[in-house]
């Protein structure tokens, strides 16, 4: 049956286009002028590439002249299709598989509208007053003087078109002026259209074409109009990467942030007119003037009309999706569960209840993507098992009309540390963001697919990387040569009486003498290793352990001086100088304690007793002896 009815649908199409030419036929009355018919695209809306159920403008076909109906005589009727240029229709499917892209005759206000269903024979007999009449079809008295309709539902005649079938039309004769066609609710994928380059906007265009040139003489050059400026609608800035040690607690640290900032000044929208500023996520005030600009993720709504199930309405308003990835095991990220934008300063406001001014931009964090709206009672994001954690926002009111609007969400990272036990794990955690819900859905669909929807746009970046800890040890001087040689010990004493944190790692030895340096070298060696306790690790210096090595072992012969990398905490050193062979020549010193993390260009200027983090040093400053 559904099959059938998709070819009798295509039929139908077919037939209006092939009807075009059809001649005029005076139906009864007197002959008042040509009719005549020019269509124009009333309010172009900016939409958002990223965006694939994007709000379009009107296009409204005035008429004029023509031959006045015959009071009792049956008004000539006429399909239409709307096609997109370039890109799909995504207007939702309500009930019974129309969708809620409306056709309406002389403007209706809200008491006035009389919604025809399709598939019923909406076509009336002419009332014979040539001026529109207001009052209920139902009672007798007619919305519009073609008969008691005035609201027809369209139906998806192919991916990118909408057809309204058997739509009445009256010519106004003289004393009526004008009659009025208004097609409204077309939403598009403006995504496929991709992102234009700054300051070059994609136009989204419409054609309009009816099946019988007579009954709606449209003026060909008039037939295509623009109805939508495709540009960027969020612009992402990531702040510079942080770097922390894995063995210094962190509680609440800024470790980053992301700014959201519009692309245009309509980009972030409230759901509908009555959500802001009383902040009602679930308002359902009507947006049913015809032409009027709510610049609110609902359209074109009439809730008082039965029969329309919901037609113009979104699910929700603009929302924002921050995605964190690769979150290290152990770290929890949290973000602030309000945010507003203060006009006065362009600053970002954290955790307000109420925005900073009565129309400025304002979001809250809910509880996910694409579900109904749940405020957050929390900002904490502890990551899945595959290491992700979002970030929800919902705008609940915006200045509309200021392109300067923009939020700045600063994330704070917490963790104790356990080097022992790898917590926090190693590694760099990433952020993205983009407009949500995120869908792969680029057709018209029912109500169960959320409205609006976007495609992923994120602006990947590093967020935080976490390092383990060092300790850089001096050996300030080291020889091999003339028959002498440098033993080089290195102990990890992060196991002690103290509950100390036990840490293992390698050490890799630098080795500095000029022009001619040697290669980097690990301890352990494979000829000289360090010892393994039980359940240790034979490729790291393991704690409560000492490794040793020589130069002459090492690199050969050799004189300078040599910087160990080790990675873990308490790491001490100790050289020995000797005459190959002779019992009664040496001489031993201690390393120097170099702080972490080593600061360029001077390690002086790390400031003495600062905790560990972006700015702080992990303790000390400058060069120290070992103790």
Same mark, same amino acid.
């Given at each position: 049956?559904?099959?059938?009815?998709?070819?009798?649908?295509?039929?139908?199409?077919?037939?209006?286009?092939?009807?075009?030419?059809? @001649?005029?036929v005076?139906?009864?009355g007197?002959?008042?002028?040509?009719?005549s018919?020019?269509?124009?695209?009333v309010?172009?809306?900016?939409? &958002?590439?990223?965006?694939?159920?994007?709000?379009?403008?009107?296009?409204?076909?005035?008429?004029? /002249?023509?031959?006045?109906?015959?009071?009792?005589?049956?008004?000539?009727?006429?399909?239409?299709?709307?096609?997109?240029?370039s890109?799909?229709?995504?207007?939702?499917?309500i009930?019974?598989?129309?969708?809620?892209?409306? *056709?309406?005759?002389?403007?209706?206000?809200?008491?006035?509208?009389?919604?025809?269903?399709?598939?019923?024979?909406?076509?009336? *007999? @002419?009332?014979?007053?040539?001026?529109?009449?207001? /009052?209920?079809?139902?009672?007798?008295?007619?919305?519009?003087? /073609?008969?008691?309709?005035?609201?027809?539902?369209?139906?998806?005649?192919?991916?990118?078109?909408?057809?309204?079938s058997?739509?009445?039309?009256?010519?106004? %004769?003289?004393?009526?002026?004008? &009659?009025?066609?208004?097609? !409204?609710?077309?939403?598009?994928?403006?995504?496929?259209? %991709?992102?234009?380059?700054?300051?070059?906007?994609?136009?989204?265009?419409?054609?309009?074409?009816?099946?019988? %040139?007579?009954?709606?003489?449209?003026t060909?050059?008039?037939?295509?109009?623009?109805?939508?400026?495709?540009?960027?609608?969020?612009?992402?800035?990531?702040?510079s990467? =942080?770097?922390?040690?894995?063995?210094?607690?962190?509680?609440?640290?800024?470790?980053?942030?992301?700014?959201?900032?519009? %692309? +245009?000044?309509?980009?972030?929208?409230?759901?509908?007119?009555?959500?802001?500023?009383?902040?009602d996520?679930?308002?359902?005030?009507?947006q049913?003037?015809?032409?009027?600009?709510?610049n609110?993720?609902?359209?074109?709504?009439?809730?008082?009309?039965?029969?329309?199930?919901?037609?113009?309405?979104?699910?929700?308003?603009?929302?924002?999706?921050?995605? +964190?990835?690769?979150?290290?095991?152990?770290?929890t990220?949290?973000?602030?569960?309000?945010?507003?934008?203060?006009?006065?300063?362009?600053?970002?406001?954290?955790?307000?209840? !109420?925005?900073?001014?009565?129309?400025?931009?304002?979001? &809250?964090?809910?509880?996910?993507?694409?579900?109904?709206?749940?405020?957050?009672?929390s900002?904490?994001?502890?990551?899945?098992?595959?290491?992700?954690g979002i970030?929800?926002?919902?705008?609940?009111?915006?200045?509309?009309?200021?392109?300067?609007?923009?939020?700045?969400?600063?994330?704070?990272?917490?963790?104790?540390?356990?080097?022992?036990?790898?917590?926090? @794990?190693?590694g760099?955690?990433?952020?993205?963001?983009?407009?949500a819900?995120?869908? #792969?859905?680029? =057709?018209?669909?029912?109500? $169960?697919?959320?409205?609006?929807?976007?495609?992923?746009?994120?602006?990947?970046?590093?967020?935080? $990387?976490?390092?383990?800890?060092? !300790?850089?040890?001096?050996?300030?001087?080291?020889?091999?040569?003339?028959g002498?040689?440098?033993?080089?010990?290195?102990?990890?004493?992060?196991?002690?009486?103290?509950?100390?944190?036990?840490?293992?790692?390698?050490?890799?030895?630098?080795?500095?003498q000029?022009?001619?340096?040697?290669?980097?070298?690990?301890?352990?060696?494979?000829?000289?290793?360090?010892?393994?306790?039980?359940? /240790?690790?034979?490729?790291?210096?393991?704690?409560?352990?000492?490794?040793?090595? $020589? @130069?002459?072992?090492?690199?050969?012969? +050799?004189?300078?001086?040599?910087?160990?990398?080790?990675?873990?905490?308490?790491?001490?050193?100790?050289?020995?100088?000797?005459?190959?062979?002779?019992?009664?020549?040496?001489?031993g010193?201690?390393? *120097?304690v170099?702080?972490?993390?080593? &600061?360029?260009?001077?390690?002086? #200027?790390?400031?003495?007793?600062?905790v560990?983090?972006?700015?702080?040093?992990?303790?000390?400053?400058?060069?120290?002896?070992?103790?």
């Open positions: 049956m559904v099959s059938f009815r998709r070819c009798i649908l295509a039929l139908a199409v077919l037939a209006l286009f092939t009807g075009l030419a059809s @001649a005029q005076n139906v009864g007197s002959q008042t002028g040509p009719f018919c020019t269509a124009a695209a309010n172009p809306t900016q939409v &958002r590439s990223e965006g694939v159920t994007e709000l379009l403008g009107d296009i409204v076909i005035t008429c004029q /002249g023509g031959n006045q109906i015959t009071q009792g005589s049956l008004v000539p009727t006429a399909n239409i299709v709307v096609a997109l240029g890109t799909s229709v995504t207007s939702r499917v009930a019974n598989g129309l969708s809620e892209a409306l *056709l309406l005759i002389d403007e209706p206000t809200e008491a006035e509208q009389v919604i025809c269903a399709v598939g019923v024979n909406c076509n009336d *007999l @002419a009332v014979g007053n040539t001026a529109r009449v207001v /009052g209920n079809g139902a009672s007798g008295t007619s919305p519009y003087k /073609g008969g008691k309709y005035n609201s027809f539902q369209g139906q998806l005649a192919g991916p990118n078109s909408i057809v309204f058997g739509i009445p039309i009256a010519p106004p %004769g003289t004393a009526g002026g004008t &009659r009025i066609v208004r097609i !409204t609710n077309i939403r598009a994928d403006a995504s496929a259209l %991709g992102v234009p380059p700054s300051g070059s906007p994609y136009g989204v265009t419409e054609s309009i074409a009816t099946s019988n %040139g007579s009954t709606l003489p449209i060909s050059n008039t037939a295509t109009q623009v109805v939508g400026l495709v540009q960027r609608g969020l612009i992402v800035t990531v702040s990467a =942080t770097t922390w040690q894995q063995c210094f607690s962190v509680d609440h640290q800024v470790s980053g942030s992301v700014t959201l900032a519009k %692309g +245009f000044g309509a980009a972030f929208k409230p759901r509908n007119i009555g959500t802001p500023p009383a902040l996520p679930a308002a359902a005030d009507p049913d003037v015809p032409g009027a600009i709510y609110t993720e609902d359209f074109y709504f009439n809730p008082t009309v039965s029969g329309l199930a919901g037609a113009g309405r979104s699910d929700f308003g603009t929302r924002f999706k921050i995605l +964190f990835s690769s979150i290290n095991n152990g770290v990220i949290t973000v602030p569960t309000s945010l507003g934008y203060d006009p006065s300063d362009g600053s970002t406001v954290e955790g307000g209840a !109420t925005p900073v001014t009565s129309d400025s931009l304002f979001v &809250r964090l809910i509880t996910s993507e694409a579900g109904a709206y749940v405020a957050a009672s900002g904490d994001i502890v990551a899945d098992s595959s290491g992700n970030a929800v926002y919902e705008v609940l009111q915006a200045n509309t009309s200021d392109l300067s609007e923009k939020l700045t969400i600063p994330f704070k990272i917490t963790y104790t540390s356990n080097p022992g036990a790898n917590i926090p @794990a190693l760099t955690s990433n952020v993205d963001a983009s407009f819900p995120v869908s #792969s859905v680029h =057709t018209a669909a029912p109500n $169960t697919v959320p409205v609006p929807r976007f495609i992923a746009s994120p602006a990947s970046a590093a967020h935080f $990387t976490i390092n383990k800890c060092a !300790t850089h040890l001096l050996f300030p001087f080291v020889t091999s040569q003339a002498f040689d440098t033993g080089l010990a290195i102990s990890n004493t992060s196991q002690d009486p103290y509950t100390t944190s036990t840490q293992a790692g390698l050490c890799t030895l630098h080795w500095y000029g022009d001619n340096n040697p290669p980097d070298s690990i301890m352990p060696s494979a000829n000289l290793p360090c010892p393994v306790p039980t359940g /240790g690790d034979a490729a790291s210096i393991n704690p409560g352990t000492t490794c040793a090595t $020589t @130069a002459l072992n090492a690199v050969g012969a +050799f004189q300078g001086y040599v910087i160990a990398d080790c990675q873990f905490q308490y790491a001490h050193g100790f050289s020995f100088v000797t005459k190959v062979g002779a019992t009664d020549i040496a001489m010193y201690l390393a *120097l170099i702080p972490d993390p080593p &600061r360029s260009p001077n390690p002086v #200027s790390c400031p003495a007793g600062t560990s983090g972006p700015a702080g040093c992990g303790g000390g400053s400058g060069e120290q002896l070992a103790q």
